[in-house]
């Protein structure tokens, strides 16, 4: 079974820090994603990465950054965190497209609340 | 442009009915159809996917979805819900491209004892 594993499940800091998020995979996978999940609003992509050193934006990237320098790990950053910033944080990966359909599996969520 | 357009966002259901959550997708995420389920205070996981072949799909607690082209519908369907299917479910798609899938806002099934 695919383990996708988040590294907080609830995470409390201040306006202004630096926060770190942690995504591990154990199954090689060479995609792998960060969602941030609010009420009535879905899954809404922040950035996404193909592969090592390798991110791609995606539908609301400001305000975060992302790291990824070892295959397994991808971590999402929020440069300076702000309130509007609290939110359930999802960590997904996948392998490429091929006969399986790429399916994505996930972590079981950061839920993190900036005071 | 790619969407996914789940077009309930609450179903309320009592226990032993029947339930049908309602998933419309656009033809460029066609390829590859999903649902997802998430349980309060988890991520969420698989339930069933369609890849290619039969239309029809199941997954192992007695849930099916029918993929069904000309209507572009994934719908989600199970005969007799059970308290614990209590849960918000997620429609997904995406293409042959290794790109992200789409996700559907979410329907959050609530079944009534």
């Known amino acids: 079974d695919v383990k996708v594993t988040q590294s907080s499940r609830y995470l409390v800091k201040r306006t202004g820090e630096k926060v770190f998020l942690e995504c591990v995979q154990d199954?090689?996978?060479?995609?792998m994603f960060w969602y941030r999940q609010d009420p009535g609003l879905g899954l809404r992509l922040i950035y996404f990465s193909y592969d090592v050193k390798m991110k791609e934006k995606g539908d609301i990237p400001e305000g975060y950054s992302v790291s990824r320098e070892k295959k397994e790990r991808f971590s999402l950053i929020l440069e300076s965190a702000s309130t509007n910033q609290t939110s359930m944080y999802l960590c997904a990966s996948s392998p490429p497209p091929d006969r399986r359909g790429r399916a994505q599996h996930f972590g079981d969520g950061t839920r993190l609340s900036i005071l | 442009a790619q969407s996914v357009t789940q077009l309930d966002s609450q179903v309320p259901v009592f226990e032993e009915a029947p339930v049908e959550l309602r998933c419309n997708y656009s033809?460029?995420?066609?390829?590859?159809l999903f649902w997802y389920v998430q349980y309060p205070n988890q991520g969420l996981q698989l339930l069933l996917k369609?890849?290619?072949?039969?239309?029809l799909v199941e997954s192992i607690n007695g849930f099916e979805a029918e993929f069904n082209k000309s209507q572009t519908s994934f719908h989600l369907r199970k005969p007799s819900v059970h308290i614990s299917d209590t849960a918000e479910y997620f429609c997904?798609?995406?293409?042959?491209?290794?790109?992200?899938?789409?996700f559907g806002k979410g329907t959050r099934l609530s079944v009534i004892a």
């Open positions: 033809s460029s995420v066609s390829v590859y």
């Open positions: 369609y890849l290619s072949g039969s239309t």
């Open positions: 997904a798609g995406g293409n042959s491209g290794n790109t992200p899938l789409v």
């Open positions: 199954m090689d996978h060479e995609n």
